[in-house]
């Protein structure tokens, strides 16, 4: 069992800031990557940011200088602080692992309940 829980999301008006935070916890033997997705209402789920075990990030194009993905190492724990927010990027943000659990080395995707993010005009 491997779950990942999110916090940190809300109403926050144009312009302003919020961090958002995910915690993996359960049978993990190793996790590779982690990072967030979101999905806004009517559109289909799309990446943010991911980080690799070795620090390799990747951001979309639309939130780079903006968005900062960041992980504890060591740790289970992946973090999005988000600046400069504007209303299109309202949406549910997901946390996401890559990981192989204690039941073998099979690596697989693993996905949180998702966090409202609302960003006001």
């Known amino acids: 069992q491997v779950q990942l829980v999110e916090a940190g999301g809300g109403l926050v008006q144009a312009g302003g800031s919020l961090r958002l935070s995910c915690a993996a916890s359960?049978?993990?033997?190793?996790?590779?990557?982690m990072g967030w997705y979101r999905q806004a209402q009517g559109k289909q789920r799309e990446l943010v940011a991911t980080?690799?075990?070795?620090?390799?990030?990747n951001y979309a194009d639309s939130v780079k200088g903006r968005f900062f993905v960041s992980r504890e190492n060591p740790g289970n724990t992946v973090y999005l602080p988000m600046v400069s927010l504007k209303p299109e990027d309202t949406a549910v943000y997901y946390c996401?692992?890559?990981?192989?659990?204690?039941?073998?080395?099979?690596?697989?995707?693993?996905w949180g309940q998702g966090t409202q993010v609302t960003v006001s005009s």
């Open positions: 359960g049978d993990i033997f190793e996790i590779k990557s």
């Open positions: 996401t692992a890559r990981l192989a659990t204690v039941a073998g080395p099979s690596l697989y995707d693993y």
């Open positions: 980080m690799s075990r070795s620090g390799t990030t």
